[in-house]
């Protein structure tokens, strides 16, 4: 998984030899490219037009992607930089479609992902008086680039503003803005601000720091951590670039190993003390192991759930992160360290003693194998006509070796969470703390470009299909044919339903299914993608799961794979409390129409749980 980058000088020439026809928005993307920029997330507008030619006369040293909508270009900025680990650059004009970013952009902040917004503003002499599409930017970005948004009024800034504007999204892992109105980007560039009062002189380049926690505390957090008998790990997005480390780690204090969602590509599933995904998309390993440890080792994750953490008082807490703002929020930590995950358990690990007692280590173990032998019998279960889990369970077995996988959010990410045996070499991501949908289908145009050789997998349910993906799969029709492999491969879950909603109204709110809002229209997702000229496969029994994955995965272009499954299989979280329980009943005392199938399928789920080899019918 990428590591923070480190942005330095460029063998590209200087601002002062630059020609002097030159333009602001040409010298504003000459700037971009002494960062290293090559790649822009657009979608035009005539607030944005100056931008728009300075790019076509850039020629290759720029890749525009267009998408249909800027909301997509702001999430693909965010998964361009969750892939990379690059900044991620997405650009909309004025008005309308600055607004149209910010979802994605939210994603990115909430994820601390570093992107920087280029917008448009109208002309300068016609801000205040209601000019069309006069929007007031700077506050309408103020929250969501808090460390950072400015409006360029003048040629002279457009150099240290592109600069404070990179450098503080590398830095902060966040997102910036830069508004541009239309007038200024039509002005002569200056390149070098006149030595004066007043002025500002700015440099390009950022080299992260090694931050690493003094040697005292480290001495006190490999102190606590040596004295507990069953220590529990859990890692986050942070810990992406710390495998090794935190495998060393895990081995020496015979410790399990719980992932945060964003933390899923972080170790292989195949290690048998990783316990997978931890919350309410998480396994029953995870939860036994929080429930009973003395110990909990959290790195590099900001993981929302407390409830699913160990009773305040149960476990003693180490913590490191490199952001000291999250230190101590979700569990009152004894030691809180603030520090680069890989760095800091490199110094931590020769101060920690090999644990001799592996009695906790393998009843983590055991429970894991048990957990995977319970996934299989549940994803093996009948269904009408198709078990949404099955389609994940096969599909894991045929992940290509370095594939990159992207989850929307709904019950997809459910079985993305669960059933999904992620391998070293695999990057894997999804909307974390924002948990919004649509983000599936950008995420993998984004990682396709990012890296043209690999195969990019999204699984999504039909709602979010419906909400943007396919718009976006014009998008894929008008690219992949640049891509180096052309695989791509989209699994719609087509179940007629919002359905993580539907179970989330059931279990939390005892209420029934609200057909009128739940409802999603059927749509012909595989049939559509065949009209862009790409593949589409429709599966709609069990028997030709195995072969519509091999069809894709082997296909010359991106590919479709429409699976209608079954709404009233139940997203199990890995407890249960008896006020859900409550919950659900109410809902089904209340007339769900679905009482019949949900009865059914929660039965065989609960029975596959205290039974696994039991593959009810």
């Given at each position: 998984m990428p590591a923070r980058v480190a942005y330095g000088p460029c063998p590209r020439s200087?601002?002062?030899?630059?020609?002097?026809?030159?333009?602001?928005?040409?010298?504003?993307?000459?700037?971009?490219?002494?960062?290293?920029?090559?790649?822009?997330?657009?979608?035009?507008?005539?607030?944005?037009?100056?931008?728009?030619?300075?790019?076509?006369?850039?020629?290759?040293?720029?890749?525009?992607?267009?998408?249909?909508?800027?909301?997509?270009?702001?999430?693909?900025?965010?998964?361009?930089?969750?892939?990379?680990?690059?900044?991620?650059?997405?650009?909309?004009?004025?008005?309308?479609?600055?607004?149209?970013?910010?979802?994605?952009?939210?994603?990115?902040?909430?994820?601390?992902?570093?992107?920087?917004?280029?917008?448009?503003?109208?002309?300068?002499?016609?801000?205040?008086?209601?000019?069309?599409?006069?929007?007031?930017?700077?506050?309408?970005?103020?929250?969501?680039?808090?460390?950072?948004?400015?409006?360029?009024?003048?040629?002279?800034?457009?150099?240290?503003?592109?600069?404070?504007?990179?450098?503080?999204?590398?830095?902060?892992?966040?997102?910036?803005?830069?508004?541009?109105?239309?007038?200024?980007?039509?002005?002569?560039?200056?390149?070098?601000?006149?030595?004066?009062?007043?002025?500002?002189?700015?440099?390009?380049?950022?080299?992260?720091?090694?931050?690493?926690?003094?040697?005292?505390?480290?001495?006190?957090?490999?102190?606590?951590?040596?004295?507990?008998?069953?220590?529990?790990?859990?890692?986050?997005?942070?810990?992406?670039?710390?495998?090794?480390?935190?495998?060393?780690?895990?081995?020496?204090?015979?410790a399990g190993v719980a992932k945060a969602l964003l933390g899923k590509a972080a170790l292989p599933d195949e290690l048998p003390y990783v316990t997978g995904s931890i919350g309410l998309l998480g396994t029953k390993p995870s939860w036994d192991m929080m429930m009973e440890c003395d110990t909990l080792l959290m790195i590099g994750s900001r993981f929302p759930y407390s409830e699913f953490l160990p009773k305040e008082g149960q476990a003693r807490g180490v913590q490191i992160d490199l952001d000291p703002a999250m230190l101590s929020i979700r569990y009152p930590m004894e030691i809180s360290l603030v520090g680069d995950a890989a760095a800091t358990l490199r110094a931590l690990i020769p101060l920690l003693q090999h644990k001799t007692d592996r009695g906790w280590r393998e009843t983590i173990e055991k429970n894991v194998a048990e957990w995977w032998r319970v996934l299989e019998a549940r994803a093996m279960h009948e269904a009408v006509p198709i078990n949404p889990e099955r389609m994940f369970w096969e599909l894991s077995s045929r992940l290509p070796d370095n594939c990159i996988l992207a989850s929307d959010s709904g019950s997809s990410a459910n079985w993305y969470a669960r059933d999904l045996k992620v391998r070293r070499g695999m990057m894997a991501s999804l909307s974390g703390c924002l948990a919004t949908m649509g983000p599936g289908v950008p995420y993998v145009i984004a990682a396709k470009f990012a890296f043209p050789e690999r195969v990019a997998i999204a699984m999504v349910g039909d709602g979010a299909m419906q909400m943007n993906g396919n718009a976006e799969l014009i998008t894929i029709g008008d690219y992949w044919k640049e891509w180096a492999d052309p695989r791509l491969v989209i699994l719609v879950l087509n179940n007629r339903d919002l359905n993580q909603v539907t179970w989330e109204q059931r279990v939390m709110e005892g209420d029934p299914k609200f057909e009128v809002a739940q409802h999603v229209p059927d749509f012909p997702y595989a049939r559509y993608a065949e009209m862009l000229g790409l593949k589409g496969i429709m599966v709609n029994d069990p028997a030709q799961i195995g072969a519509a994955f091999d069809a894709a995965l082997s296909a010359d272009r991106p590919c479709v794979i429409e699976a209608i499954t079954d709404p009233d299989v139940p997203p199990l979280p890995p407890h249960i409390t008896l006020k859900e329980a409550k919950a659900f009943a109410e809902s089904m005392l209340k007339g769900d129409e679905d009482t019949g199938g949900m009865i059914r399928q929660s039965a065989k789920e609960v029975l596959a749980t205290f039974l696994p080899g039991h593959r009810g019918h």
């Open positions: 200087e601002p002062e030899n630059r020609a002097m026809s030159e333009n602001v928005s040409d010298f504003l993307l000459h700037r971009l490219t002494e960062w290293g920029i090559e790649r822009l997330y657009g979608f035009p507008g005539d607030g944005i037009n100056g931008l728009m030619g300075a790019i076509d006369r850039a020629g290759d040293k720029f890749k525009l992607v267009r998408a249909r909508h800027e909301e997509m270009c702001a999430f693909m900025a965010c998964a361009h930089a969750k892939f990379t680990g690059e900044v991620g650059v997405c650009l909309a004009t004025s008005g309308p479609g600055a607004i149209h970013l910010l979802n994605g952009l939210y994603d990115a902040k909430l994820d601390h992902q570093p992107v920087v917004a280029i917008v448009g503003q109208q002309a300068r002499a016609a801000l205040g008086g209601q000019y069309q599409q006069e929007v007031d930017l700077v506050s309408l970005f103020k929250d969501v680039a808090s460390d950072y948004v400015e409006m360029i009024t003048v040629p002279a800034q457009v150099r240290h503003v592109v600069d404070r504007a990179l450098r503080i999204a590398i830095a902060k892992r966040t997102v910036t803005c830069i508004i541009v109105p239309n007038d200024v980007q039509i002005l002569g560039a200056v390149p070098v601000p006149p030595r004066a009062h007043g002025t500002i002189h700015s440099g390009f380049g950022y080299r992260p720091p090694r931050v690493v926690p003094v040697e005292g505390d480290l001495r006190h957090a490999a102190d606590l951590l040596n004295a507990g008998s069953k220590v529990a790990i859990l890692v986050g997005a942070g810990t992406l670039a710390a495998a090794d480390e935190v495998i060393e780690v895990a081995e020496l204090l015979g």
